[in-house]
């Protein structure tokens, strides 16, 4: 789990460093039980190293998208969780983009998934997350901006 977190704030703080120049409104979401992350961010913003490991391509016309999902205790705390998740990234004109997402391997639940962007524009990310265990599928929608 902390290693979900320090993937997240990697990849949060890369996302956060392109402020100046992307909108975005990614972040958590909680769907009774489930917290559902999700953000993305263009792959030349991943360190080569990192890219490497996870095997990501970098490039001016491509985006990742990534997402983890976790299950709220009564108490609060949290764990990761397996899901299913699909998503398609539409740009401003409508063009719609399927997104491939798989598991990232590791010791924790975290999901990645790469599609073309043409920049400038702004994408509107829809997903649909059903955590393992669940008997429903959740919708999450988010926008983000490339420049």
Known sequence: MIRTFQLLLVLLGATLSLASRAASTDGSERFGDYLIHAN???TMALGADMARKYSIQRSEGRGMLNVSVEKVSADGST????????GVAINLTGH???IEIREIPGEYVSYVG?????????YTFSLS???????????????????
């Open 40 to 42: 993305a961010l263009p």
């Open 79 to 86: 764990s990761a969780v397996a899901a299913s998740i699909t």
């Open 96 to 98: 719609r983009s399927p």
């Open 129 to 147: 997350v059903k955590p393992a265990g669940s008997d429903r599928a959740y919708d999450v929608r988010f926008n983000h901006g490339f420049d």
């Open 114 to 122: 790469l599609f073309e962007i043409s920049a400038p524009d702004t």
